[in-house]
């Protein structure tokens, strides 16, 4: 078998691969957001670059500074054929345009009696740990993970970035595409070609048989290098990348935790009432009797995200906080 030819990519070219590739292959995709044109940048961090000048202003629009009428656009032009790729600078923007989010776009299909799908995926970056204070850098994945009409997808890395991508444009609904902003700039050995990855399909990245390590987005990769300490002392982890949070892949995770009989679940945003507590709460049914410790959830403080460097650490979870729940299942 000849060996996969691959290349060093970061997420940020691998999601703009995949755009560009979508583009080329079905005209009717077409990308809106503030600055995401040529002419102002492609995007606030380049995701975009390169697009417009490709494909032409028609299909890659600059948008003024209104989420609301990015997501109207959007939803509009989803409607009437379109497949959109929909930028929300951040995270926490997404609050001005919820109305055109969750009563809208998440709802179309199911008050038109299936009859209207609603094609867009709302792309969105944030994350802690660059100082850009509490109105910048959110996780709010449960909110829209809440909302029946809306898959949700967090990658970690550029390939599953990539793949998750496009199933996310052939998608006949609406998709939120969550972005960490810690993961963006840092290289990868990814595929030259990456195939499509089925959304609400999870990754097991390591076999183990002491205790199940569930994450996504950037802090998986905290968790992989917290699995990698816990094997200095023994410790057998199985690691599970969601990348999708809703729907998500309650297979792949409760044939894990019956296998380790412990579990540990470590997401960015806010602990209480998070992704975790869904997860933690289905486990409990599923394996009540089964469990060999009670389930640990990992998350931040209930709290805003501060502002001040020293202080964003202690808020996001660190890999020491893995490996110590990790072991206290064990205890």
């Not at 997420?11 to 040529?38: C, F, H, R």
């Amino acid at each position: 078998m000849s060996a996969i030819e691959t290349k060093k990519i970061t997420i940020i070219q691998a999601i703009n691969e995949a755009i560009s590739e979508a583009m080329a292959a079905d005209p009717k995709v077409i990308v809106l957001g503030e600055d995401v044109a040529d002419r102002e940048g492609g995007g606030v961090v380049g995701v975009t670059r390169g697009l417009s000048t490709k494909y032409g202003d028609e299909r890659v629009r600059s948008t003024p500074i209104t989420e609301q009428a990015i997501m109207g656009a959007a939803i509009g032009a989803a409607i009437g054929g379109y497949k959109v790729v929909a930028e929300i600078m951040l995270m926490n923007f997404t609050t001005v345009a919820m109305d055109m989010i969750v009563n809208h776009a998440a709802k179309l299909r199911f008050m038109s009696g299936g009859q209207t799908g609603v094609p867009i995926v709302i792309r969105m970056m944030t994350g802690a740990g660059i100082s850009s204070g509490g109105q910048h850098s959110d996780f709010l994945e449960a909110w829209f993970a809440h909302t029946p009409g809306l898959k949700v997808v967090l990658p970690s890395n550029p390939e599953d970035a990539k793949g998750l991508m496009l199933s996310a444009i052939a998608d006949p609904d609406p998709v939120i595409f969550v972005e960490c902003t810690r993961a963006y700039f840092t290289p990868y050995e990814t595929p030259v070609n990456v195939a499509p990855i089925p959304l609400g399909k999870a990754k097991v990245t390591q076999q183990g048989t002491d205790v199940t390590i569930i994450s996504y987005s950037e802090i998986f990769l905290r968790a992989t290098a917290a699995a990698a300490e816990l094997a200095k002392d023994g410790i057998s982890v199985e690691l599970i990348d969601l990348r999708t949070i809703s729907p998500w892949d309650r297979e792949t995770v409760i044939a894990s935790v019956k296998k380790t009989g412990r579990a540990v679940i470590a997401h960015e945003a806010v602990k209480q009432f998070g992704v975790g507590a869904e997860i933690a709460a289905t486990l409990q049914d599923e394996l009540f009797g089964q469990l060999k410790a009670p389930i640990k959830r990992l998350g931040a403080p209930f709290t805003s995200v501060p502002f001040s460097g020293v202080l964003e650490q202690a808020f996001i979870v660190s890999v020491a906080d893995i490996v110590a729940a990790a072991k206290s299942t064990l205890a």
